[in-house]
C-alpha cells in the first residue's frame, strides 16, 4: 500500500473502528483475498475479541495487504452494504489523488525552501520565549540565556526536518486524536499518621504545572489525590479497562513518596496515604496487552516523581560545572523513605532486569534508582519543574526521548545535593506530542 493510502486510512481510523461491522466482512476479504484464513482468525482473536479491536486490528493490517488494498477493501465495503463508509473512503481517495496536500498528517509541516542567507532575526524565533512564562533555573532554562537548537546544525531547516519526521508513521507513533488520551495524576500530599511519612509540601504545585501542560498537550486530565495503596491499584485498573480504541497514547503520573523494591523489571515503588508500597512494576504490567487491550501498539508513558532510595548524591567536581542555583532561603526535602526486605538487607538499586516484551511504555524517573528525589516546599520537585520548562519551549519540535535528556542535564546541574532523572524507553518509534 503507497503512503497516501496509509494516510487516508490513518485519517478515517476513529470512524472506520466506530462503524466497521467487521463480522459481515470475513466472507469477502476471503474472497477478494486480501486475507487467508489464518489472517482472518489472527484478527478476530485481537485484544479482548470485541468489534472495536478487531476493527482496529483489521485497518491496522490491511496497511500490509498491497498496492490494490484499498480499492478491494472498498469493494468488500461495498458488498456487505456498508455503504457510508466506502463512500467515505472513495471520496477521499478521489480527492487526495486531485490534491496529494489533502491525505499529509494533521500535524505534517511542509519543508519551505528558502535562501541560503537567512537574517538573524530570522533564526531567533525559534528558540525564542516570553520571559515572564520562565522561571529561574538552570542556566539552560533562564531566558537571557542562550539556548542552542540541537537538533541539528542548519538552524530552522533543521526544525522544519524535525517537523516533517513527523508525517512518517514507520518512525513515529501516530497521534492522531483529539483527545490523545487520558492522562491520570495521582497526588499524594498527605499521609496516615501510622504511617510515618511525611506531608509533602509543594506537590500541589507540581500537580496544577502538569495539569495544565498534558491539557495544552491534548490529553483528558484528572486528578486523584490522597489515594492509599489500594485505591492507587483501583484507579490504575479502572483506567486499564476504558476502552482506549479512538485514543492514541495513555499517561500516567505519580507524585508521592517512592522507595527501593524487589523487582524482575521496573526498579522502584510508590508509597500510598496509608504507607504500604506499590511496585512501579505492577503499575506498568496493569496496562499490559491482556490488562488494557485497546492500548495494545499505543505509546503508555509513566511519569514518576518519587524517591529511589535514601542515597543522597554531593555530585563530583567537573571544570564546567555551573554554578548552584538553588533559590535563596529554599530548604528542598527528599521524598525518600527507608526500603528492606524481609532479610532485613537493602534492595540492590542497580539489579539487571528480565523482562518480557514491554513494547510502546516509556518509564520516566525523577531520580536514580536507590538515590534522593528533591521537592522544594514551594515551587514544588526540581524534576516536575523542569520537565514542564522543557515541554513548554521544545515540546513543539523535539521527541519524547530528546525532551527527556533535556530535563536530565538540567536537574543534574541543580542544587548542593545532586539529582539525576532517568527512564526506561521500550517505544518503537519516536513520539512527538501533538502542540
Known amino acids: 500500500m503507497d503512503e497516501a493510502d496509509r494516510q487516508l486510512l490513518r485519517r478515517c481510523r476513529v470512524r472506520l473502528v466506530g462503524e466497521l461491522q467487521v463480522a459481515s466482512l470475513w466472507d469477502a476479504l476471503l474472497n477478494y483475498e486480501l486475507?487467508?484464513?489464518?489472517?482472518?482468525?489472527?484478527?478476530?482473536?485481537?485484544?479482548?475479541?470485541?468489534?472495536?479491536?478487531?476493527?482496529?486490528?483489521?485497518?491496522?493490517?490491511?496497511?500490509?495487504?498491497?498496492?490494490?488494498?484499498?480499492?478491494?477493501?472498498?469493494?468488500?465495503?461495498?458488498?456487505?452494504?456498508?455503504?457510508?463508509?466506502?463512500?467515505?473512503?472513495?471520496?477521499?481517495?478521489?480527492?487526495?489523488?486531485?490534491?496529494?496536500?489533502?491525505?499529509?498528517?494533521?500535524?505534517?509541516?511542509?519543508?519551505?525552501?528558502?535562501?541560503?542567507?537567512?537574517?538573524?532575526?530570522?533564526?531567533?524565533?525559534?528558540?525564542?520565549?516570553?520571559?515572564?512564562?520562565?522561571?529561574?533555573?538552570?542556566?539552560?532554562?533562564?531566558?537571557?540565556?542562550?539556548?542552542?537548537?540541537?537538533?541539528?546544525?542548519?538552524?530552522?531547516?533543521?526544525?522544519?526536518?524535525q517537523e516533517g519526521l513527523r508525517g512518517n508513521a514507520d518512525l513515529v507513533y501516530v497521534l492522531n486524536a483529539d483527545p490523545c488520551g487520558y492522562c491520570l495524576i495521582i497526588n499524594n500530599v498527605h499521609f496516615y499518621p501510622e504511617s510515618r511519612l511525611s506531608a509533602r509540601p509543594g506537590s500541589n504545585v507540581d500537580c496544577e504545572k502538569l495539569q495544565r501542560r498534558f491539557r495544552l498537550l491534548h490529553f483528558m486530565v484528572e486528578v486523584k489525590c490522597d489515594l492509599t495503596c489500594k485505591q492507587i491499584v483501583q484507579a490504575l485498573v479502572e483506567l486499564a479497562q476504558r476502552d482506549h480504541s479512538a485514543l492514541d497514547c495513555c499517561v500516567v503520573v505519580i507524585l508521592s513518596h517512592g522507595c527501593q523494591a524487589s523487582h524482575l523489571q521496573f526498579p522502584g515503588a510508590v508509597y500510598g496515604t496509608d504507607g504500604f508500597p506499590v511496585p512501579i512494576e505492577k503499575i506498568v504490567n496493569i496496562f499490559n496487552g491482556t490488562g488494557c487491550p485497546s492500548l495494545g501498539g499505543k505509546p503508555k508513558l509513566f511519569f514518576i516523581q518519587a524517591c529511589g532510595g535514601e542515597q543522597k548524591d554531593c555530585g563530583f567536581s567537573v571544570v564546567s560545572a555551573s554554578p548552584e542555583d538553588r533559590a535563596p532561603g529554599s530548604d528542598p526535602e527528599p521524598d525518600a523513605v527507608p526500603f528492606r526486605d524481609r532479610s532485613g538487607s537493602c534492595d540492590q538499586p542497580d539489579a539487571v532486569s528480565s523482562l518480557p516484551t514491554p513494547s510502546d511504555i516509556f518509564v520516566s524517573y525523577s531520580t536514580f534508582p536507590g538515590f534522593v528525589s528533591w521537592r522544594d516546599p514551594r515551587s514544588g520537585s526540581w524534576y516536575i519543574e523542569t520537565l514542564d520548562s522543557i515541554f513548554e519551549q521544545w515540546a513543539h519540535s523535539e521527541d519524547l526521548h530528546s525532551l527527556l535528556l533535556r530535563v536530565a542535564n538540567a536537574v543534574s546541574q541543580k542544587g548542593i545535593y545532586k539529582q539525576i532523572p532517568g527512564c526506561f524507553n521500550f517505544l518503537r518509534k519516536k513520539l512527538f506530542f501533538k502542540t
Open 35 to 161: 486475507f487467508t484464513p489464518d489472517m482472518i482468525e489472527d484478527i478476530q482473536r485481537a485484544g479482548s475479541g470485541s468489534r472495536r479491536d478487531q476493527a482496529r486490528q483489521l485497518i491496522t493490517d490491511l496497511e500490509t495487504r498491497g498496492s490494490q488494498a484499498l480499492p478491494l477493501f472498498i469493494s468488500c465495503l461495498e458488498d456487505t452494504g456498508q455503504n457510508s463508509l466506502a463512500s467515505l473512503l472513495r471520496t477521499s481517495s478521489q480527492t487526495a489523488k486531485r490534491n496529494p496536500e489533502a491525505i499529509r498528517p494533521l500535524d505534517f509541516m511542509p519543508v519551505v525552501v528558502r535562501p541560503v542567507s537567512v537574517k538573524p532575526e530570522e533564526l531567533t524565533h525559534v528558540v525564542k520565549q516570553d520571559p515572564s512564562k520562565l522561571t529561574p533555573g538552570p542556566e539552560g532554562l533562564r531566558p537571557e540565556a542562550p539556548r542552542p537548537v540541537d537538533i541539528g546544525s542548519g538552524g530552522r531547516s533543521d526544525v522544519r526536518a
